[in-house]
């Protein structure tokens, strides 16, 4: 039985947790998934890629940025079989380019060609999620910190 | 007297003609008789050719004086216009010896002291070149400075030890990769510099290092920069420490008029987290944008959060040195955001193919020309912008009584906010018996819990106190505030409520800080964490608005002053579509509008909508994410969990069974129905009362702000309800969506 008490102008509410088990009649309204205002995911409505996407971290803004985005841009408009083989030289440029600054990028070098394409696909493949939820499904304080490296971090969690 | 005779000559058409009117005058104002005394030996002493009259004497004497007096001040403005001079130009010659000490790159302002030097040694196309780095005025009397002063050189360059022939080469070295030159120039004196610099590598590693930012102008600089550091300093220093130097030698005062880029497309004031989101964003959208922060700490860019937190709970001993923490996920990482290979030189700027972000640190913004599109810094570089974005920050407010209360106590002051605070809170921190901090917001409760943690390691008395009633008071509804305060204090700390501070004096070397209702408190150290105040010294000079309510810049929804110039993080006062106008002083918020602005900056056209949240951890018991305007002054509905043995931290983690044994009998007993109604007021007194909840901030019915409370990865749905802006009837249906009785 959840109690109820008032202090003031502040309500107190203590609730079990089978008070709560009932589905909630509270109204929420629905979203557009094309409003302009809300933070996009990965890929925007019209297809195109979101380079300020906080799921990338800063590989679309550092030294390797224009690389990077080369190389994904020609994977995520890939027409071909098997997607993407027609952007070995754009990923080799990004992996010479990430050579240079291994403290930008500081995984082994084979292992980090093949999950920027692991990630890639797999990003393109779930579009929606890759939106704000990594930042915040990462606990509290590294939600913005996660901002920053979460790229990095991936990487060196997979 | 001779003069005011030559001089009456002159005047004298022109004195009769007044003089009448003089004499109308005195006699009126009835000067007459106490002047006249005066006038007497005067009179007798002037044989003017006007003869006679007491009031034509008096009015030689009033022209007299009044050319004495003019005399005298232009012999005052000249002498004094020339010692002011003279003050500068030494000025700056010490100042370019404590840039020397901490980053030995050697501005060119020492140079010019230095490059009169070897010209009759190194090649005298130096001077040529010198020339039009200086600034006009310096140039010529700098030749009879030297020349006087022979001495003045040495100082400013880093190794006095080191003979002056090598000192004076290395400022020519650091100078020449500026100009044309270079690679001709540089050859000769860095072949005599480099044997100099050797023997010295291990009293002072900074001067060996000086050459070689210089020498990697002409290479990529990443690679090189890294092994140079590590060559030069043989003693093994941690791979870290030489990056944060190298960065403030390659980015840092180093570029001076020369190295600055004189216009630049996007120019971001401020170093901090707005500015550096704003970066990364205008990165991200414009291919290929050259970015120039400009910064007046000596640090790239950094995130705050730690700095009261995590850094406090490292185990590492050089925690002061690696700023380095552990995030939650148990990866470490610097509060940097980027290591220094992140950005490019300044001067490279302009010729970066695939441009970039520079970072110029030491440098001040002070003045803003809105038409011109430009801004000058303060050594009087002029540089020109396309866009630009204000996000100076703010400065942390003190408290009056501490400011009149003088130098001595002044020094046993902390005004928390950069790195340099870290770290000298840190070192006092271990050589104090006492440290007192005033104020009960974020900061002080944090940095409370943080000295708290370390009073028993350290035999550290901490003592905070504020003027509310409890911690966070401002913030949190007066049950959740008391509950708190007492967690805060269960972490080693002396608090003290409903504190005012009246007046602090030193004595005996400790401080003693007395309170309006008369309590006294003794301590060694005081930290002051009352509040920010935003920096908007900018407003003037450019002509923006002030907010007179929330202070900072006032901006409209879409973060934009002016056509060309955008404001974002704590000094930015803009305008909420759902929420009104406000000034948000948190990290998240300084990401989320930094990433707007810069978005903005590149043609988005988008208004702040993307709520920005805050979290604060309390010690292991407390930790809450917040979202939207959490102010206590509104009223709140909480709903809480009524707690089981499992639901806090603590006991999610305690393996013995004691503990959770005597938790979860009074927890079976009070939810039996019955027992519930009259055991209600025992459960209150349980110390896990406010285990986990969420609690809703309400504004004219509608929820503006949401606490989860000990409840985490919800901050979606409450961002939801915040953006719908619905009225709801029943808050408790609204609290479901959280499943706050789930992990």
Redesign the interface.
Known sequence: ???CKQ???????????E??E????????A?DPND????QGLILPNGDIN??CPC?G?M????C??QF?EAFSCFHYSKEEVKGSECIDNFRNMQECMQ??P??YPQEEDKESSQAEASSSSVSAAPTEGS??PP??????????????SLI?NQ??S | MLKCRTVWKKLAPLARASSTVCRQNVRRTGLTSSRIPACVPVAHMSTGPAGGGRENQLYILLVGAACVGGAIYTYRTVKGDSQRYQDRIEEISSRSYKRATAEPATPIQSEPSVILEPEPEAAPSLEPEAAPSLEPEAAPSLESEAAPSPEEPSPPAPDAEVAVPETTELPPAAEQTTTADEPVVEASPEESAEPAAVPVVEEEPSPPSEPSPFELTELPPAPVVESEPAAAESPAAEPTEPQPEVVAQSGGPAPDSLKVPSHTPYLLIGGGTASFAAARSIRARDPGAKVLIVTDESDPPYMRPPLSKELWFSDDPSVTETLRFKQWNGKERSIYFQPPSFYINAEELNGAENGGVAVLTGKKVVHMDVRGNKIKLDDDTEISYDKCLIATGGVPRNLQVIERAGEEVMKKTTLFRKIEDFKSLDKVSRNVKSITIIGGGFLGSELACALGRRSTEYDLEVVQMFPEKGNMGKVLPEYLSNWTTEKVKSEGVKVISEALVKSVVCKDDKLEIKLKDGRLVKTDHIVAAVGLEPNVDLAKSAGLEVDSDFGGFRVNAELQARSNIWVAGDAACFYDIRLGRRRVEHHDHAVVSGRLAGENMTGANKPYWHQSMFWSDLGPDVGYEAIGIVDSSLPTVGVFAKATAKDTPKAATEKSGTGIRSESETEDTATSPVASLTLAPTVEQHQDEYGKGVIFYLRDKVVVGIILWNVFNRMPIARKIIKDGEEHADLNEVAKLFNIHDD
């Open positions: 039985m959840s109690y202090e003031g102008k502040d309500r107190i509410i203590f609730v079990t947790k008070d709560h009932a589905p909630s009649n509270a109204e929420l309204i979203d302009p205002y809300e933070e380079w300020n990338l800063g679309a803004s550092g030294p940025g224009s985005k240079r600054y403290e930008l704000a939820l915040e499904t990462d606990s509290t304080p590294a939600t913005s910190t996660s901002d920053s490296t971090d060196t969690a």
